[in-house]
């Protein structure tokens, strides 16, 4: 799977957007691009998944450049509840989910 | 709620206890998998079910003897085990065994080996 990068934390105000970039430059035709979120000491919970297009579920939004060598995901109205560690994945037909460091979103009040 | 529960939620053993972990998916999939979690490192797949059949084994150690008794249902047996292995204990399930699939998680169990 190809290797992702992603900023170690970020900042974000509660009630605004949210947006958390990665980058995934060697990312093959095949690969999907997920993003899970880790809240501390909890399991990780799925949030959305792309190919190609842009993606938007109850969760939030997924923007997937064209030359699909990076993507933003954005939480529309951040809440305090949503501070946790993001993780963006790319991955293609591996089992095996392979979580980088993440970025720390920690939403202020 | 994922739909996947865990339980205990916490455990500690002692090195010669034995202890079982226990998962239970209600999403109607067909393929579970054990994952640990230790500090600072990354998530480390350990077992593969699908449809109850052992797909995948990644260099266990034989302390961890896995089961799935169906489908929903997927225990982690423990035996003998070490202070390295303390850890947090992730499940998760997904629908169809490929490897394509989006896997959704439990909320854990937080071991600690004494």
């Known amino acids: 799977d190809a290797k992702t990068t992603q900023p170690p934390s970020m900042d974000c105000a509660e009630g605004r957007a949210a947006n958390l970039p990665c980058n995934h430059s060697t990312i093959s035709g095949n690969e999907y691009v997920y993003w899970y979120r880790q809240i501390h000491s909890q399991g990780p919970q799925y949030i959305i998944h792309g190919l190609k297009n842009n993606e938007t579920n109850e969760m939030a939004s997924l923007i997937i450049t064209e030359d699909r060598k990076s993507s933003t995901l954005i939480l529309p109205h951040a809440t305090l509840r949503d501070t946790a560690v993001y993780y963006c994945?790319?991955?293609?037909?591996?089992?095996?989910?392979?979580f980088g460091a993440g970025t720390t979103v920690t939403v202020r009040a | 709620e994922t739909g996947v529960t865990q339980t205990p939620r916490h455990l500690v053993m002692g090195m010669t206890n034995k202890k079982s972990l226990k998962c239970e998916q209600h999403?109607?999939?067909?393929?579970m998998y054990w994952y640990k979690q230790s500090a600072k490192k990354p998530l480390e797949l350990m077992f593969v079910?699908?449809?109850?059949?052992?797909?995948e084994n990644n260099s266990v150690p034989s302390r961890f003897s896995p089961e799935c008794p169906n489908s929903s249902h997927l225990f982690l047996h423990l035996h003998t085990l070490q202070p390295e292995d303390s850890a947090l204990y992730l499940c998760?399930?997904?629908?169809?065994?490929?490897?394509?699939?989006?896997?959704?998680f439990g909320p854990g169990t937080r071991l600690l080996v004494l």
């Open positions: 994945i790319v991955r293609a037909s591996d089992y095996k989910l392979s």
């Open positions: 079910y699908n449809f109850k059949e052992q797909t």
């Open positions: 998760a399930s997904s629908q169809g065994g490929t490897g394509k699939e989006t896997q959704y």
């Open positions: 999403l109607g999939h067909n393929a």
